[in-house]
């Protein structure tokens, strides 16, 4: 339980550190603890710690825990297949993978009725690597010309996991590429409320926040290490 709560403690020192350093107010930067794979009793420890919002990338696993922690906000961060879109539509206050208009209109017509709007981010493909999950960048405008009519959905950011790599020049860049699409779409399409920027894990939440980042989404150094079955999923 101590050792939750003092990671986090140690998270939130790394978030204040980056705010100071990049000049910005430390209640921008929101965490996200990614709880995939960890039992309920570790997220209890987290909420105990103060922590409210967790990040599931499997619906399998991620029903019991919802069941169990109703009070917690859940984001959705895991590669969205069709035929899971009701289920997640249901469960989730946050989805951080929208990566086409046709899972957007899913979730749209499938968030049940008497929900508030289903908070969504568009996660781009910003490494432009091919194969890896998340937009093209050339097709954000079709999308988000789709998603902001959908009464249902309430178009919040943009997300990425750009290739993992050392080099702190090298992730601030693909950091900052996504903040300039960020601000780019919202003067484009006047989106109001289209603030968030899902960037930064672990081993770069520094240079995401310094690029301006807003939630960042953080397991290990929460939660230790996952074991190696995760690949299985
Ligand atoms: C697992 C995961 C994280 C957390 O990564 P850590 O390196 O453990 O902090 C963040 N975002 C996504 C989308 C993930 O799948």
């Not at 699409?181 to 399409?189: A, E, G």
Request: net charge positive; glycine share 6%; charged share 25%.
């Amino acid at each position: 339980m101590h050792t939750i709560a003092n990671k986090i403690d140690q998270v939130r020192t790394r978030i204040a550190a980056a705010c100071e350093k990049a000049s910005r107010d430390p209640d921008t930067v929101r965490l996200l603890a990614v709880s995939k794979t960890k039992p309920v009793s570790m997220i209890e420890a987290a909420i105990s710690a103060g922590q409210n919002d967790f990040g599931e990338n499997y619906l399998q696993e991620s029903r019991a825990k919802i069941r169990a922690l109703p009070d917690a906000t859940w984001h959705y961060i895991g590669a969205i297949q069709s035929n899971k879109t009701r289920e997640i539509a249901s469960l989730f206050h946050w989805v951080h993978t929208v990566a086409s208009g046709k899972v957007a209109r899913r979730l749209n017509h499938q968030r049940p009725p008497g929900m508030p709007p289903l908070n969504i981010l568009l996660q781009v493909n910003i490494s432009g690597e091919s194969g890896k999950a998340g937009a093209d960048e050339k097709d954000l405008p079709e999308i988000i010309t789709a998603v902001r009519t959908m009464e249902n959905l309430n178009l919040r950011g943009l997300m990425a996991i750009p290739r993992a790599t050392p080099d702190e020049g090298a992730q601030r860049r693909a950091f900052a590429r996504l903040a300039g699409l960020l601000h780019s779409m919202r003067t484009r399409f006047d989106l109001t409320g289209f603030t968030e920027l899902s960037m930064g894990m672990s081993n770069d939440l520094e240079a995401a926040i310094m690029e301006g980042a807003t939630w960042v989404r953080i397991g290990t150094a929460i939660f230790g290490t996952r074991d190696q079955k995760e690949k299985h999923h």
